[in-house]
């Protein structure tokens, strides 16, 4: 009995720091980061789309209207990386660096699941024309996944990628005090866990005790009347 009402305890507990969890994290969930684009304007919008995209994979609900006018884009303009950096610095819990770096350097930054990064590339041209979001590296380091509009998800060779990409990056990542938080958080919930049975273990066993071994008073056997 005592340890069919400790497993209750544990469940209810389990279910309410998962729910808390969800409230508190819900919105940052790593996905594939694939918006619906409704606008086939929007098509045109390399830059921010890739802006939207890093803000998806790394669990971030906002709007491509949002990111858009974040952005501050104009149709037929190729976005600046200084505006998709203001623009992805302006959402809360977001922290994003332009950088220089070689391919190797990218896959070793995609091996932490809190860091995208959004790529200027040459696509149709000699020229940098274009920008994608790398959201992971695979295992052997020779291969990232990028998501790019319309082609969506992709695997490249790194190689490959280097012939169309000369270094300058958006490193985006959540911020430093959002993921302190979130382990915090994840350390904490098994400590509160084990705390709370055992007291829940505790009461029940003292509860169990008294009614298997009441006090002399109440124990105290009766007399029969002659």
């Known amino acids: 009995m005592i340890q069919v009402r400790a497993c209750v305890a544990t469940f209810y507990v389990l279910l309410l720091t998962a729910v808390a969890v969800n409230h508190a994290f819900g919105d940052e969930t790593r996905g594939p980061g694939l ?4 606008d086939e304007l929007y098509k045109t919008a390399c830059g921010p789309i890739a802006s939207y995209v890093a803000l998806h994979s790394l669990g971030k609900s906002v709007s491509l209207d949002d990111v858009v006018r974040r952005c501050e884009w104009v149709p037929e ?3 600046k990386l200084g505006e ?39 696509k149709t041209s000699e020229k940098t024309d274009h920008a994608f979001c790398v959201v992971e590296v695979r295992d052997d380091g020779q ?9 969506l998800v992709s695997w490249k060779m790194i190689g490959e990628l280097a012939q169309q990409w000369d270094g300058p990056a ?57």
């Open 35 to 38: 918006p619906t684009l409704e």
């Open 77 to 79: 303009r190729f976005t």
């Open 84 to 122: 998709m950096q203001a623009a992805l610095s302006s959402v809360a819990g977001i922290e994003c660096m332009a950088v220089e770096i070689s391919p190797q350097q990218l896959c070793s930054l995609l091996k932490d699941d809190n860091t995208v990064a959004i790529l200027p590339v040459r």
């Open 143 to 151: 291969m990232v996944k990028l998501i790019d509009y319309p082609e």
């Open 170 to 226: 958006l490193v985006v990542r959540t911020s430093l005090a959002r993921r302190t938080q979130r382990r915090l958080l994840y350390f904490l919930m098994p400590i509160v866990t084990t705390v709370i049975v055992l007291l829940w273990s505790r009461d029940s066993i003292q509860q169990f005790l008294k009614r298997k071994f009441p006090s002399g008073s109440s124990a105290q056997a009766e007399t029969k009347t002659p």
